[in-house]
């Protein structure tokens, strides 16, 4: 996977510059500093299957999977955020996403792989490397006409490059208002049949959104990648909001 291209790991090598999170001296070959790196709210210890953040003592005997898996399993046949969605990470997704700045949402991105390859065991990134595409989340209509551009495309992009791996595209059959206060079984109700792609797709699909929150995006798309033909679809989305959140 290569984050950075030949002019860029270069200019890194010789000129580290300043960490962009705290203005301290960046670290050689990368672009932020050590202690901002190792701060960073991580999703360590998480469901296997729907990276919801599990307790400690859980992953220390080996538990991979949540109970909510263990006993209805979703769609997704693996799940990776390495993130969560507070402090730094908070911040660099806002200034990405509200205010449109590109070299925040790359940041966000490099971090979130960077995160993610220093801490998964290698078993766990095995099938992440064995994709053979990647489907974002397509964006909705008004929303994206409020920002201004697509910002899960345009890390999608990014992320397509650096796995070496095509970026096929899913379509949003209609545009969804707030799900904000409605009971879960609402919120999917409406999101049901959301998503369409065409096929046939190959049989290993990975799935990429910016944030997750209950994963049930995800879940709707996976569900249009196994009518398209996939036959093993996974997710990988920058960072997750807080459990608290999740209900
Ligand atoms: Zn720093
Ligand atoms: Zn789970």
């Not at 672009?31 to 990276?51: G, M, Q, S, T, V």
């Not at 799940?79 to 402090?87: A, E, K, N, S």
């Amino acid at each position: 996977m290569e984050l950075f291209g030949w002019h860029e790991r270069l200019l890194l090598r010789w000129l580290p510059g300043f960490c962009p999170l705290c203005r301290g001296r960046a670290m050689v070959g990368l672009p932020w500093c050590e202690r901002c790196f190792r701060a960073l709210p991580r999703n360590d210890h998480a469901c296997w299957l729907c990276a919801v953040p599990m307790a400690e003592h859980a992953a220390a005997v080996g538990q991979r999977e949540c109970e909510r898996c263990q006993v209805a399993p979703g769609l997704l046949h693996q799940c990776w955020v390495p993130l969560v969605l507070q402090h730094e990470v908070e911040w660099l997704v806002r200034r990405y996403k509200s205010s449109g700045n590109l070299h925040a949402g790359r940041l966000l991105l490099e971090l979130a792989l960077s995160v993610l390859s220093a801490a998964s065991p290698s078993e766990r990134l095995e099938s992440l490397w064995q994709c053979e595409a990647i489907v974002a989340v397509p964006p909705d209509v008004i929303r994206q006409r409020q920002r201004g551009f697509d910002h899960v495309q345009w890390l999608a992009k990014r992320l397509a490059k650096a796995l070496g791996k095509p970026l096929l595209a899913a379509k949003r059959r209609y545009s969804v208002g707030s799900q904000r206060g409605l009971r879960r079984e609402e919120r999917w109700r409406n999101i049901s049949d959301l998503f369409a792609i065409s096929g046939p797709l190959p049989a290993r699909v990975l799935l990429f959104d910016d944030v997750m929150t209950t994963g049930a995006t995800l879940e709707v798309l996976a569900r249009a990648c196994f009518e398209a033909g996939a036959e093993w679809v996974g997710g990988l989305a920058l960072a997750r909001t807080p459990a608290a959140k999740h209900a």
